[in-house]
């Protein structure tokens, strides 16, 4: 045991308490770090040398104090919880921003929807009494005015569509982006660790970007070795240490694309590869919106449009021109399709002549009796209800929509509070560590003072007995 | 739980902001004065409107209807208290032919000459056209111009009565041809004047012939008489169908209104209740979010 060992211990305590201080002061730094983790300095007593060397015992106290580990302080499981609660999250935001837009597409219940524009379609006919051509013309124009409103709610659904497959294929770009990201953290992790080098901040840095991949297309991450982690969607793997995976998006471009028979679907498939991934997140919510939610209404709307042009060419082919010849269609399709959708529903002549309203066949007539049948077409063919019933059902999906998201986000703030109690900078408890290791220095320095008392004792006071 | 400065923060954050939703929707509610703007408003209240709008919709119509059916109806009234009139003076000019003391083959002449006048003005206001589509009032469904042409034939179309919707169900007949007004052809009202003046202008004059006459107008009277009061009972029907849609239509605005329409007086005590809220969350932020152990130390 040597007089200096003392001396080396308090120089070993002071070089640690001022490391644990730099910790401090780097937690301080980063107090308001979005995804800084706390880090802690893990202070280990060095143990004295307890192997018994030939023909000599030590007797040393100990060996002073080491700070060589600094670590992260987070908690894995909630981290992987919160990567699936932001996912879900993700997700039904893009799929109540969807609902919101369709409802906002379809304006009811109000003066501009499409039912109070067919009612007064509907009741118009009424209003044809006889032979004059006013009332006809104004009957023909609702009906043309309903054919556009229709055009109107289809072309804004399509462009939903179209913006929405543009939002996710560029959602996907950025997500492969960040995939090459998280694969070069990954090495300079792996690096570091395996040079003995603290990565602390660089992991810090990976798990944010890995969140942001939750939200975008619900990865999940699981610990790989040297301090990496591989990330995965939907069961294929994204990142795999350095290497990635790129995903692309394959598919129809359009929404008339998508809903022809035999279409090819929209899928996202792993590039290259080909192999289909089960995205979630947001790009999880804009699939479901692409390949259910706008096709669904699409095709209800369409099925309106098809309702009524049944309702409408069929009354009046049962009835009589003026001059007493057959009705003909009224409604027909803008591209020359053999079917009439909510896009290509149009009028095929504003010809007042062309309305038969007359049921007295064969001869000139200035009858008006079929006019009141076809006034009644709305309800007798259950178009009015029907589309009360979807509009009813579009409510009902988006209120529950919205209060899954409702639900969802107060879950996921939860998370973050959880993830931030464990892992955000407190300055309460960063003050308290700074006070704590300001003293543990302080007394280590005071102990190479009094060190120093003793040594300054032994050099210039030994052998000056009386002097 | 460990609390750290970011997490109060983020909590009053978050406090702060759903107080703040919360006074915008009500903000958003009293300055539109709707409760009710899209179908995840309230799925149940959008279906309810919907109807209700249906039914307004369904009741303007009827009461454009009712307009029409009343100027048909009132167009016809007139015109057969007109004919009435003519017809009076015929019998009165029929009946004085028939006092053949007084009368010598001159005046006779000259009463049948009045008489092919009147028969002239009947055939004009049975001629007469409904005033807003030109159809021949009492023409039935003719697509002609006139329900009775120059020589007094009848060209109108029956068995195809013109009817309106008046109520939900209810649809009234609004015309009345010819042949029920003025008589089957060829025994008509018109028929009988001719034929009254044609007995006066022959000498002798064939009083029995006249008589007959007299007896056909007479017969003609009685039509008209009960076409009139047919259509009244129209009319009267019309107008309570009038009352009840008015009556209606107010019930189905209120009903609307109370579906859709902001509850002022709740929405203004939510929007106080919530302005407290915020401003409670606003100061326990304040006061929260200050002090840290910083304020403390040398």
């Known amino acids: ?467 | 739980m460990r609390i750290t400065q970011r997490a109060l923060t983020a909590n009053s954050l978050t406090g702060i902001n759903s107080n703040l939703a919360a006074l915008t929707k009500y903000q958003n509610q009293l300055s539109s004065g709707k409760v009710l703007t899209k179908p995840s408003d309230s799925p149940t209240d959008t279906n309810k409107s919907m109807q209700t709008r249906s039914g307004l919709a369904a009741l303007d119509q009827q009461a454009r209807n009712i307009t029409d059916a009343t100027a048909r109806l009132d167009q016809a009234d007139s015109a057969l208290s007109t004919m009435q009139g003519l017809l009076q003076k015929a019998q009165a000019l029929t009946t004085q032919g028939l006092n053949t003391g007084a009368n010598n083959a001159n005046s006779n002449e000259a009463l049948a000459a009045e008489l092919s006048a009147l028969r002239e003005s009947m055939l004009g206001v049975a001629n007469t056209s409904v005033a807003s589509t030109g159809q021949p009032l009492f023409g039935g469904v003719t697509a002609q111009a006139a329900a009775y042409d120059s020589t007094g034939t009848y060209v109108g179309v029956d068995g195809h009565p013109i009817t309106q919707r008046i109520g939900a169900i209810e649809a009234i007949q609004v015309d009345i041809t010819g042949t029920e007004a003025f008589g089957q052809q060829p025994d008509d009202l018109f028929k009988a004047v001719q034929d009254i003046a044609a007995t006066l202008q022959a000498s002798p004059v064939d009083d029995a012939a006249l008589a007959a006459g007299l007896t056909k107008l007479q017969a003609a009277q009685d039509r008209l008489s009960t076409m009139q009061s047919t259509v009244g009972a129209r009319s009267a029907r019309v107008d309570d169908a009038s009352a009840l849609t008015t009556d209606r239509n107010l019930t189905l605005t209120a009903q609307l209104s109370a579906i859709e329409d902001v509850d002022i007086p709740r929405a203004t005590l939510g929007l106080a209740a919530q302005q407290v809220g915020y401003q409670a969350a606003l100061s326990v932020a304040s006061k929260v979010l200050q002090p840290t152990m910083l304020d403390f130390l040398r």
Request: net charge negative; no cysteine; aromatic share 4%.
């Open chain 1, 1 to 467: 045991m040597s007089a200096l060992s003392s001396l080396n211990t308090a120089r070993q305590a002071m070089a640690a308490q001022q490391r644990a201080l730099d910790v401090t002061a780097q937690n301080v730094a980063n107090l308001n770090t979005e995804g800084y983790s706390r880090q802690r300095v893990d202070l280990q007593s060095v143990s004295s040398n307890t192997v018994p060397a030939f023909f000599s015992t030590s007797t040393e106290i100990s060996g002073g104090v080491s700070a060589d580990t600094v670590t992260r302080v987070r908690d894995a499981f909630m981290e992987n919880r919160a990567l699936g609660e932001h996912a879900s999250s993700a997700r039904l935001t893009v799929e109540n921003d969807a609902f919101t837009q369709i409802e906002a597409s379809f304006r009811e219940p109000g003066e501009t929807g499409l039912q109070a524009i067919t009612d007064k379609m509907w009741h118009s006919f009424e209003d044809v009494t006889g032979a004059d051509d006013a009332a006809r013309s104004t009957v023909l124009q609702n009906i043309s005015t309903v054919a556009s409103s229709l055009n109107a709610t289809s072309v804004a659904l399509d462009e939903q569509w179209t913006q929405t497959r543009e939002d996710l294929a560029a959602t996907l770009i950025q997500a492969n982006a960040t995939a090459d990201q998280i694969g070069s953290l990954n090495k300079q992790i792996q690096q570091a660790t395996q040079a003995g080098l603290s990565a602390n901040e660089l992991a810090d840095k990976r798990d944010g970007l890995v969140l942001s991949l939750a939200d975008s297309i619900g990865a999940t991450s699981s610990v790989g070795s040297d301090g990496m982690v591989n990330v995965l969607v939907g069961g294929s793997s994204l990142v795999s240490g350095s290497t990635t995976t790129k995903l692309q998006l394959v598919g129809a471009e359009s929404l008339d694309e998508f809903s022809a028979p035999g279409s090819k679907g929209l899928a996202v498939q792993t590039d290259p590869g080909g192999t289909k991934v089960a995205v979630g997140g947001a790009s999880g919510g804009r699939l479901t919106v692409l390949t259910g939610t706008i096709p669904t209404y699409q095709a209800k709307l369409d099925g309106i449009a098809g309702q009524i042009a049944d309702a409408l060419n069929g009354g009046n082919a049962n009835g009589y021109l003026s001059d007493g010849a057959n009705g003909s269609a009224l409604l027909g399709t803008s591209d020359g399709s053999a079917t009439i959708t909510a896009r290509n529903i149009s009028l095929l002549s504003s010809d007042p002549k062309v309305l038969a309203v007359s049921s007295v066949g064969g001869a000139a007539s200035a009858d008006t009796s079929n006019a009141k049948l076809m006034a009644k077409l709305g309800d007798s063919s259950g178009v009015t209800a029907d589309y009360r019933t979807l509009v009813t059902q579009l409510g009902v999906a988006s209120s529950v929509s919205a209060q899954s998201l409702q639900i969802q986000t107060t879950i996921t703030g939860n998370i973050d509070t959880a993830r931030e109690s464990v892992s955000g900078v407190s300055i309460d408890e960063e003050m308290t560590q700074m006070l704590t290791f300001q003293h543990g220095y302080q007394a280590a320095a005071r102990m190479v003072t009094a060190m120093d008392e003793v040594l300054d004792k032994l050099i210039n006071g030994t052998g000056r007995v009386g002097l």
